[in-house]
């Protein structure tokens, strides 16, 4: 065993209060208030991908310090006063606007920068290269943007339903996919969001982080364990959907999430498999530890001590700017007017009845409010579908693909552009077909309030609706739909003009939907 070298008091003293310091800054990444117990906790954590906070992530990245802690150590103690200031400004200015957003999830680039730049104050550039891979699975507790994750669970789901159905024919199943439904001859199967396997991708993806750090990949290598690790995530979840669908007690919650564990310890043995066999076809065998160096390897002086000083005092700015900045406060979301008061249950010539929304297949889409209604007159129908807003825009968002979809089931045949006259707003006529039958429906679906999905990625990424400088209204999708009896033009043509119709009694209603009222 190496000997134990004396520590320095100013050093270990610096270091001690630098932790304690970095604890309370980002003490509000380690609080959990979902109130879940133990078996909700786990199936927060393996599979829904709006699974509340990052401690876990947080402890891998501190696990991958403390393995790291004696290279740190045995570097010079010499501060990159350039790199560590251009590190923490940015620090600075992101935490502080975190604070007064109350975006806490913005508080991870924060840390992120913080930890580079605490390594290059205290020890240098070369610091950097031995912090990248707990830096970089930090990444893993970012919130994916909420209309951005509305996208991508949706096209999971696609995905899945697609994949599924090959291996059940694979097996001899007939089946067919209609959206997100998997059709059977007695029984159909909707995959729904923590069936499409987001979640065991970002779950395997960290593991694949604990196996580079554990048999030290490097290179390529590396990279390519973290690449492949989200795709065996996704086949081997395509085979949990396909025993969920030929189990006939999988509608049981506990085997529901045994299933999901389970498939995720096979995706580990996979990729545990896959390493070997990079291990060989590379000729890359797992570097040796660093030895443990019994004294330091430069003095440690004054100039050495400033950058620890410096480091440590940021962090004292950042624990008083947690403190002193003030928040920002949102109007109170029970003044906001909702749309059923907005848009009259009669319109026109028009008389209404209302509709049960499919909340399921929405899934984590999120409406502040919402209308669902079916629109008669003279024996023409139309459904009027208004989403809007969000009761918590950095967890959820109304903007989502499923929006301009009737429920669970229905897939788009074909669709086409126009131009809502006379403001020219973009928007998307489709034709929505049901299962595999000859149910169709003419659809008529846009947002307001919206730029489209890149701005709405700024917006979370900036946190800026959740300041003084935020968009005067909340965001709105609408649906308008429309029984089609037939495939042909003429039903097409004249189930277009029936939409186009209703549209202009509607446009004033619409207007008003979403903003607050004129005296708020």
Known sequence: MSKIRAADPRSLALGTTALILAAIAYRALFETSNGYDLEQDVEMLFFHSSASGPPVVLLVALWFIYRRWHRLIALPRQASWGLGLGL??????????????????????????????????????????????????????MRIPAALLNEILWSFQIWTAEYTNFLLRLIGQPSAVAGDQILLPDQHFAIIETCAGLRS??????????????????????????????????????????TLILNPHSEIHE???????????????????????????????????????????????????????????????????????????????????F???????????????????????????????????????????????????????????????????????????????????????PARMSVMRYGTGGRRKLVLDWAEGSEGLVDEIFRFATAVDSSAWGRPREGVAVRISTPLRNASPSEQAAAEALLLDFYRSIRPKLDVVGFPPENG
């Open 201 to 242: 991708c970002e779950s395997l993806a960290m593991l694949a982080f604990l196996m580079v750090d554990l048999f030290r990949r490097r290179g390529l290598h590396a990279g390519l364990l973290l690449i492949l690790a989200p795709l065996v995530a996704f086949g081997v979840n395509g085979l949990r959907t396909l």
């Open 88 to 141: 923490f400004v940015p620090c600075i200015l992101i935490y502080g606007w975190a604070i007064y957003t109350g975006a806490q999830d913005l508080l991870i680039p924060a840390l992120m920068l913080n930890l580079m730049g605490c390594g290059a104050l205290f020890w240098g550039a070369r610091a950097l290269r031995i912090l990248a891979l707990p830096t970089a699975v930090l990444v893993l507790a």
């Open 339 to 425: 749309p059923d008061s907005q848009i009259p249950k009669e319109l026109d010539s028009w008389t209404s009845t209302t509709l049960k929304t499919d909340l399921s297949f929405l899934g984590v889409v999120r409406y502040r409010a919402r209308v669902d209604r079916r629109y008669e007159r003279n024996g023409e129908s139309v459904e009027l579908f208004v989403g809007v807003g969000s009761r918590d825009p950095r967890f959820g968002s109304p903007f989502s693909p499923k929006s301009a979809h009737p429920g669970s089931g229905w897939w788009r045949e074909e669709a086409w552009p126009i131009s809502l006259q006379p403001s020219g707003r």
């Open 255 to 337: 085997i529901h999430s045994l299933q999901g564990i389970a498939m995720l310890l096979v995706g580990l043995v996979i990729l545990y498999g896959i390493d070997g066999v990079l291990e060989r076809l590379l000729t890359q065998r797992g570097q040796p530890a660093a030895p443990r160096p019994t004294r330091p390897t430069s003095p440690r002086g004054a100039a050495g001590l400033a950058g620890s000083f410096a480091a440590t005092a940021a962090l004292a700015g950042l624990v008083i700017l947690s403190a002193t900045l003030p928040r920002w406060e949102a109007a109170a979301r029970g003044l906001l007017p």
